[in-house]
């Protein structure tokens, strides 16, 4: 479970006076790597920990702690150790003391702020610091999921647990689409993403990787890298067209490349950008509207996303998403629309979030 959750963050007041309920912003702090000798030392720890000895492995992880007190896996290993001997107090300092450090831990510790305040029937200050801790690490998807756990168990507002959990679902998925070739996928889930969070933290990466897509599409290789061109999809070690299990959106690939050239063309006459590009999305939103093939039904990202974008198409809201996903770009005449067109963005968002998602 441990190592679960280290991977999940690499793809991704407190109670005592005087202490602060978290660093306030980005961590300035640098934080030491662990010698072999303390490495062993918390090895150590955190078998006695999964042992249930939670009092032994905190007194390790405070010996390496007093010869290296900026060691923050050793830190959040102690946060995490005082968490499970229910401990809240104590994990919320330890853990409050790593936000003020850059390192891999710094979501995890978030987490355990928002869970120690959880526990102590504080979950107003529990959401508070999820939020914090999305706009200082905006990849963490534990922390909009931990955040819905929050919502729904303690404050049982079911609807912004199931907001909060949409966000952490369609952003974890945009990314292990992006980072494994999983281009038209990836561009799906970002859309929906852009649809739940236009002002999230995360926001303007999704937005540039939707639109460095319609400009021309990006390739995303086995090893997640983005090259800017849109190519065919590499090959797999068999020979075969790689990466169609989620869906063949090879057509809807080349259709963004064909239709990419358009937009170019009625720009290179003098056209302003918006108007060749709001038509570009309208005619792939339609094409994604016509897609319905059998096989696709038990794929997730034709199951789930291509429905949602049928009904858009169907209820003529492919114009406001596309203006209320680009409200963060610095794209002229956004904002503009957004504010002539009020009245049609409200019965566009009212719509998403009461829309009720395909279930497998």
């Not at 640098?30 to 010698?35: D, E, I, M």
């Not at 078998?47 to 007190?69: M, Q, R, T, W």
């Not at 999704?206 to 090893?223: I, K, S, T």
Request: aromatic share 12%; glycine share 6%.
């Amino acid at each position: 479970m441990r190592v679960f959750i280290q991977a999940l963050v690499v793809l991704t007041c407190a109670l005592f006076p005087g202490l602060a309920a978290a660093q306030s912003g980005p961590p300035t702090r640098t934080a030491t790597p662990s010698t072999s000798s303390e490495t062993a030392t918390i090895e150590a720890g955190i078998k006695l920990h999964d042992a249930g000895k939670f009092e032994e492995a905190i007194a390790n992880y405070e010996e390496v702690l007093k010869l290296s007190p900026a060691n923050m896996t050793a830190l959040y290993e102690l946060a995490y150790s005082f968490a499970a001997n229910k401990e809240y107090e104590k994990s919320l300092a330890a853990a409050t003391r790593g936000t003020e450090y850059q390192s891999p831990e710094l979501p995890l510790f978030y987490d355990l702020i928002g869970g120690a305040y959880d526990s102590l029937k504080e979950p107003e200050k529990a959401i508070e610091i999820y939020k914090k801790g999305i706009q200082i690490v905006p990849d963490a998807s534990m922390l909009y999921y931990n955040m819905g756990v929050t919502y729904l168990e303690s404050l049982k507002n079911p609807d912004e647990a199931r907001r909060a959990i949409e966000k952490a679902v369609a952003l974890v998925l945009g990314q292990l689409f992006q980072s494994n070739g999983y281009a038209a996928p990836a561009f799906l889930a970002f859309s929906t993403y852009l649809i739940l969070d236009p002002n999230g933290a995360r926001a303007l990466s999704a937005y540039g990787f939707w639109r460095a897509m319609l400009r021309g599409g990006l390739e995303m290789g086995r090893n997640g890298t983005a090259d800017g061109q849109m190519r065919t999809p590499p090959a797999a070690p068999d020979g075969k067209a790689a990466k169609v299990d989620e869906g063949d959106f090879s057509e809807f690939e080349a259709a963004i490349t064909k239709s990419e050239q358009t937009v170019i063309a009625e720009m290179d006459r003098g056209a302003e950008e918006l108007p060749p590009f709001v038509a570009q999305v309208k005619q792939l939103v339609a094409m994604l509207a016509r897609r319905a093939p059998e096989s696709d039904r038990t794929r997730f990202a034709s199951s789930h996303y291509v429905p949602f974008f049928a009904e858009l198409n169907a209820k003529n809201y492919v114009e406001p998403f596309i203006y209320w996903s680009m409200q963060r770009a610095p794209v002229s005449g956004v904002r503009d629309w957004l504010t002539t067109h009020q009245a049609e963005v409200k019965e566009f968002v009212t719509w998403t979030r009461s829309y009720a998602w395909t279930k497998q």
